[in-house]
């Protein structure tokens, strides 16, 4: 029987290895350099997050991308919400969920965006949402046979690189929109 502790912790790794897949999907896709990409560790049998490691994704990324790949990372946790709580039917939802649970990706996400909105606000087109973030849903919507696999290879202890991570997402290309 498996207790609470390995169900959490099974469910955070699952959760985890998709929004570091999301990110290295989403820089690969959009022609930039996979560098590294790994799972942090987290002990849920205790309080003390003094041996918790952080995971992380490392890439090479155009400047005009870096917004897409950093929202990637919190919409591919949505996304594995969304297939996997019954509980959670609504995106948006699951994707202040995803926000919430990576603090850096926000900060780094928002001092791109909000020069942006800054701007359009000053030319009298306020942003009061970003219209991009639906079409990145699509986007990544169409990747996403791509970051479940890249998330099952990191669950499994499976080395991830540019080179695999590639493959994944050309299998994908006659496929996407695009």
């Known amino acids: 029987m498996t207790s609470l502790v390995e169900m959490v912790t099974g469910e955070a790794t699952a959760r985890h290895a998709h929004h570091e ?104 087109f306020p942003l009061p949402w970003l219209p991009w973030e639906s079409e990145w849903c699509d986007e990544l919507e169409e990747l996403w046979p791509a970051i479940e696999q890249v998330a099952a290879l990191l669950i499994d202890g499976q080395p991830v690189d540019h080179r695999v991570v590639a493959e994944l997402v050309e299998q994908l290309r006659p496929q996407i929109r695009r």
């Open 21 to 124: 897949a999301g990110h290295a999907v989403a820089a690969v896709a959009r022609g930039g350099t996979l560098v590294d990409i790994y799972l942090g560790h987290a002990d849920w049998s205790t309080t003390d997050e003094i041996a918790d490691t952080p995971g992380g994704t490392v890439h090479e990324s155009r400047w005009e991308d870096q917004p897409f790949v950093t929202f990637a990372g919190p919409c591919a946790t949505a996304m594995w919400i969304l297939h996997n709580d019954p509980d959670v039917d609504d995106l948006g939802e699951a994707l202040a969920f995803g926000w919430d649970e990576e603090d850096h990706d926000r900060e780094k996400y928002d001092a791109r965006v909000e020069p942006l909105q800054t701007a359009a606000a000053e030319l009298g």
